[in-house]
C-alpha cells in the first residue's frame, strides 16, 4: 500500500525523491522531479486513498486474486517464530514481466507505469512498507487527516520546496 500511495500521490512521490536529490546532488533525478510538476500530475494523475488505520488504504483483494489467477504474483505470508503473520511479500513472476513487457509494446502510453515504479524504487528500495507508511507520517497534513477522510494533496508544499532546491543545485 505504502508503493501504491506514491505512485496514486505524485506530489508526495516528488516530495520524497527531493530527499534523495537532496542526499546525493541528483541532478537528473531533480529534472524528473520537475517533470512531474510540468506535466500537472499532482492533478492530472491523482488518485485518492482513504486514511485507515495503518495509513493509505484500498482493497488490492479482487486485484491481487485477478492476478494471481492468471499466474502473475504468488502472495506469500512471512510468519514470526510464534507462528503470526509478520508481513506480506508479492512474488511477480517471470510470465508477468513477459506481459507487462507486451502491454508496454502495445500501448505505448502505459510505460509511464513502468517509469512510475523506477521512481517509486528509487524511494522505497530496502525499506520495508513500514518504513515506508512512517515516512508519510512525517507529513504533517497526512498525519492529521482524520481516519476515512481522503488523503490531501501536499502539492503546494513540496513545489516551493523544488524551487528552493533547484535554486541551490543549478
Known amino acids: 500500500m505504502a508503493m501504491d500511495f506514491l505512485v496514486r500521490y505524485p506530489d508526495y512521490l ?7 536529490v537532496e542526499a546525493e546532488g541528483d541532478l537528473d533525478l531533480l529534472k524528473k522531479v520537475e517533470g512531474i510538476f510540468d506535466a500537472d500530475e499532482p492533478s492530472v494523475r491523482l488518485v485518492r486513498m482513504v486514511r485507515w488505520k495503518r495509513g493509505a488504504y484500498e482493497n488490492i483483494a479482487d486485484a491481487l486474486a485477478l492476478l494471481s489467477y492468471y499466474g502473475l504474483v504468488r502472495s506469500m505470508q512471512l510468519k514470526g517464530e510464534d507462528g ?19 502491454c508496454v509494446a502495445d ?3 502505459l510505460v509511464w507505469y513502468r517509469d512510475r515504479m523506477t521512481l517509486v524504487m528509487r524511494v522505497a528500495s530496502g525499506k520495508s512498507g513500514s518504513k515506508l507508511k512512517d515516512w508519510q ?8 487527516t482524520l481516519h476515512g477522510d481522503l488523503i490531501p494533496s501536499i502539492r503546494v508544499e513540496v513545489e516551493k520546496r523544488l524551487r528552493a532546491i533547484s535554486e541551490n543545485l543549478k
Open 137 to 144: 507520517y512525517e507529513h504533517p497534513t497526512y498525519g492529521k
Open 84 to 102: 503470526k503473520v509478520r508481513r506480506y511479500e508479492y512474488q511477480i513472476s517471470s510470465k508477468a514481466m513477459a506481459f507487462l513487457d507486451q
Open 14 to 20: 516528488a516530495d520524497a525523491l527531493l530527499d534523495v
Open 107 to 109: 500501448h505505448p502510453d
